[in-house]
């Protein structure tokens, strides 16, 4: 009993990370109906800000986190700005590949700065909860419970601000948004913002939960979030939440109960059959079409 | 000017660039260096880069080789190969078709060295693997060697039964888990190997869970591993996931002592590990400072005069392999390629800074002994040397 009851914390914390993370993908999808890949990179440059950060001045968590999120939220701003806007009407492939280049170019600049592996200083005391054998380390509940807060505040915002109204408008009909008089620019550029700051505090949370930083940290999970972000149906903020605690237990369960050799093999050919059902994910909705 | 006078100007430019690469104007010899400088693991590369730099400036200060009644100095050619088998395959080709290195070292991680070791052996090139622990770096499928390649390392057939020996011996230990990355080749045939070992020397292996190469998330295959209740963990994986998998174990409750081989022996491994949840692990490594060699106080002393660290078992196997190459041109007493590897394949024993090199008749892999260090408050601390 036990042994099932910390693997669902397990599960739990994985999918709390994939979720931050897919939200993201899922936001920035919504307004463009584009694929951001570079929103893994933006992940990892999440973790180094924060390293960065406290290699400048020993800060504490509540100070860092937002720091964190603030950069890596203009940092997504300024991709939109430079990378994205000039290419809006081009071809739609043309701004996934110019979205994977992008990620290419920020893994490869960290690369040149810090070629090493490094470690993340402890921001906090090492506690661990043990009861009926299980174990929850404080670092698990905080993992979860900013993460929990992150999406509620986003949810918040999408359906009771008028930043939220303006971003669920721009999905729904960009051009008529424009002649309405809503600044589309600048509420696209607040969205990959958004989206931005939440996989910037992703990867202070994994960085803190996992202390190993690399420059190539961000694309093995930021594709799993991709995926996760497909599964829950893109572009659908509580499908995004949905698919990602799906693929993290997922992940988890096929571990349980299979030698862990297959646990990919499994996990994505499940994410396959919940496809083959639901062709636009759980919660997505198959685009209206005006005869 | 007509297109005509351009076009043959550009012949004549071209023709004058080829006509300079082919012909190389100072007498050295060249050796290249196929090392991990960026990418999964870019310490080895370092190590190996900074070993190989060193002794060269060694040989040359003194006068450099006596080839064919020349004096010739020794020259490098750093290729780095990302820590990708791709990379590393146009590295191996680059450095033996364009550069016309004479003997090859590296590349460091066996997912590397095997495919590198083709173009070695259809190019008809020397090549030496400083650290590359897999069988098929130097052998083919059919289990035969490999006419050009060799290593300076032991392999798994000789390291991870005394390694299992060492644990039963010595740690006590009687019920192992296994915990491996199963996407790189060294770590996966580490574990199957001592796998083997363990159960062959009375020993019984209790859990076998595996991950994927870039994971950072260990807690399912570890919570299965606890409820298993094994008291030797053994985890063949690169430096930079150790530290990891050690603190997500302890952080689950896992008492299980920790035993590695000699991936881990990396000074980053204990500075990533700053929770010191290492401490009191178990691994094998090719090296020690703490060897009584007087080679290895020499290394030791210059190493640490040109770059202000102590070398690590990389570097010392990187300036053995290059010491075999020096040993080998030498007995050749000339350039040529092919004389170059028959005189390597004639070297019986050599003395290096990590310990007798044994080569049988016919075997390119050395039979060596494997050192135990212990990890203390940070530091790597001698136990013992086990003898094959």
Same mark, same amino acid.
């Given at each position: 009993m036990d042994y099932i009851a910390q693997q669902v914390i397990n599960a739990f914390q994985l999918g709390s990370i994939y979720a931050l993370i897919a939200l993201g993908y899922s936001l920035v999808y919504g307004v463009?109906?584009?694929?951001?890949?570079?929103h893994g990179d933006l992940f990892m440059l999440g973790a180094f800000t924060c390293l960065l950060l406290e290699a400048i001045v020993p800060i504490p968590l509540w100070i860092v986190l937002p720091l964190t999120m603030i950069t890596i939220g203009f940092l997504g701003a300024l991709l939109e700005r430079l990378a994205y806007r000039p290419i809006r009407?081009?071809?739609r492939v043309s701004a996934i590949i110019t979205s994977l280049g992008c990620g290419l170019i920020i893994e490869n600049i960290t690369l040149a700065i810090s070629p090493y592996p490094r470690h993340m200083p402890t921001l906090l005391q090492n506690s661990t909860i043990h009861f009926y054998g299980i174990t929850i380390s404080f670092l698990q509940i905080l993992v979860v419970g900013v993460s929990l807060t992150l999406m509620l505040l986003l949810d918040f915002i999408i359906r009771f601000t008028s930043l939220g109204m303006a971003i669920r408008a721009l999905s729904c009909d960009r051009v008529m948004v424009s002649l309405l008089g809503i600044p589309a620019n600048r509420i696209i550029s607040l969205t990959f913002a958004l989206g931005g700051a939440l996989g910037g505090a992703a990867g202070l949370l994994y960085a803190l939960a996992y202390p190993v930083i690399s420059s190539s940290m961000g694309i093995l999970i930021g594709w799993k979030a991709f995926v996760a972000a497909v599964i829950g149906g893109i572009g659908s903020i509580r499908g995004a939440l949905l698919g990602a605690y799906i693929l993290g237990t997922t992940e988890v369960i096929s571990v349980t109960i299979l030698p862990s050799t297959y646990r990919d093999l499994i996990a994505y050919s499940l994410l396959l059959i919940i496809l083959v059902f639901k062709p636009y994910g759980i919660l997505g909705e198959p685009p209206l079409q005006k005869v | 000017m007509n297109k005509q006078a351009i076009s043959i100007l550009y012949l004549i430019f071209f023709s004058l660039c080829l006509l300079a690469s082919c012909h190389p104007t100072k007498p050295v010899i060249k050796i290249g260096i196929n090392a991990?400088?960026? /990418?999964? +693991?870019p310490a080895i590369g370092a190590s190996c880069v900074n070993a190989a730099k060193l002794l060269v400036a060694e040989v040359n200060q003194s006068g450099g080789i006596n080839v064919a009644g020349k004096k010739m100095s020794l020259e490098l050619v750093i290729g780095d190969n990302g820590s990708k088998p791709d990379e590393s395959v146009a590295i191996s080709q680059r450095l033996i078709a364009?550069?016309?290195?004479?003997a090859m070292i590296g590349p460091n991680i066996s997912s590397c060295a095997v495919p590198s070791s083709e173009i070695a052996e259809s190019m008809g090139c020397l090549m030496i693997s400083p %650290?590359?622990?897999?069988?098929r770096t130097t052998r083919n499928s059919n289990g035969s060697f490999k006419k050009n390649v060799f290593r300076a390392c032991f392999t798994e057939l000789v390291e991870t039964p005394l390694l299992a020996r060492f644990a039963i011996n010595?740690?006590? +230990?009687s019920q192992a888990a296994i915990l491996y990355d199963?996407? &790189?080749e060294s770590p996966n045939s580490a574990a199957h190997q001592f796998q083997k070992s363990f159960l062959k020397e009375g /020993?019984?292996?209790?859990a076998t869970e595996t991950y994927t190469t870039g994971?950072?998330?260990f807690s399912a295959q570890l919570t299965k591993i606890k409820a298993a209740n094994p008291d030797l963990l053994f985890i063949p994986a690169y430096y930079n996931d150790v530290p990891l998998i050690a603190q997500q174990a302890r952080r689950l409750g896992i008492t299980a002592r920790f035993l590695g081989y000699? &991936? %881990?022996?990396?000074?980053d491994i204990v500075t990533l590990d700053t929770g010191h949840y290492l401490n009191g692990s178990y691994f094998s490594n090719?090296? &020690?400072?703490?060897?009584?060699?007087p080679a290895v106080k020499k290394f030791n002393t210059n190493y640490q005069s040109a770059y202000g660290q102590p070398p690590d078992d990389i570097a010392a196997l990187t300036y053995d392999a290059i010491g075999l190459v020096i040993e080998s041109i030498k007995k050749a007493d000339s350039l040529n390629r092919t004389a170059i590897v028959q005189a390597m394949s004639n070297i019986e024993q050599f003395s290096g800074v990590t310990g007798d090199f044994i080569f049988l008749k016919?075997?390119?892999d050395p039979l060596k002994n494997i050192i135990i260090l212990t990890i203390n408050d940070g530091r790597f601390v001698y136990v013992e040397t086990v003898k094959p």
């Open positions: 463009l109906s584009m694929i951001n890949f570079a009407n081009a071809p | 991990e400088i960026t /990418g999964e +693991a364009q550069n016309e290195v004479v %650290w590359s622990t897999n069988l010595h740690l006590h +230990a199963i996407s &790189s /020993g019984k292996v209790v994971d950072r998330d000699n &991936s %881990w022996s990396t000074p090719h090296f &020690s400072l703490e060897s009584d060699l016919d075997n390119h």
